[in-house]
């Protein structure tokens, strides 16, 4: 059965950094695109971060540009969003999601993705 977990996730000042990890078993995912989303209370998850399988692509919304980091260690099946700079409007519960096949491109919608974890939540305080 294959799992995401994320973990990082806290409660941090305007300003701050958090490093979110997403630790992924039942199977490998270094073929798989990857990436972060985020939800926040009454609206609808958004793409935050993606990278491709190799980690030699990525994409980021552009809220977060400049301040959040994608990458992956496919050695040890886990994807990492170093987040600097962090912001009150970031505050959001934030999912890792993987595709379900071989996938060279970065993907930057729900819908392309198979495989989600249980999410971390991320407030940040002004």
């Known amino acids: 059965q294959v799992q995401l977990v994320e973990s990082g996730g806290g409660l941090v000042q305007a300003g701050g950094s958090l490093r979110l990890s997403c630790a992924v078993s039942g199977r490998t995912f270094s073929n798989n695109a990857m990436g972060w989303f985020r939800q926040a209370p009454g609206k609808e998850r958004e793409f935050v971060a993606g990278?491709?399988?190799?980690?030699?692509?990525?994409s980021y919304a552009d809220s977060v540009k400049g301040r959040f980091t994608i990458s992956r260690d496919n050695a040890k099946n886990t994807v990492f969003l170093q987040m600097n700079s962090l912001r009150p409007e970031d505050t959001a519960v934030y999912y890792c999601a993987g595709t379900g096949g071989k996938t060279l491109a970065v993907l930057t919608t729900t819908q392309r993705y198979n495989y989600w974890g249980q999410g971390t939540q991320v407030t940040v305080s002004s």
């Open positions: 990278i491709n399988w190799s980690g030699s692509s990525t």
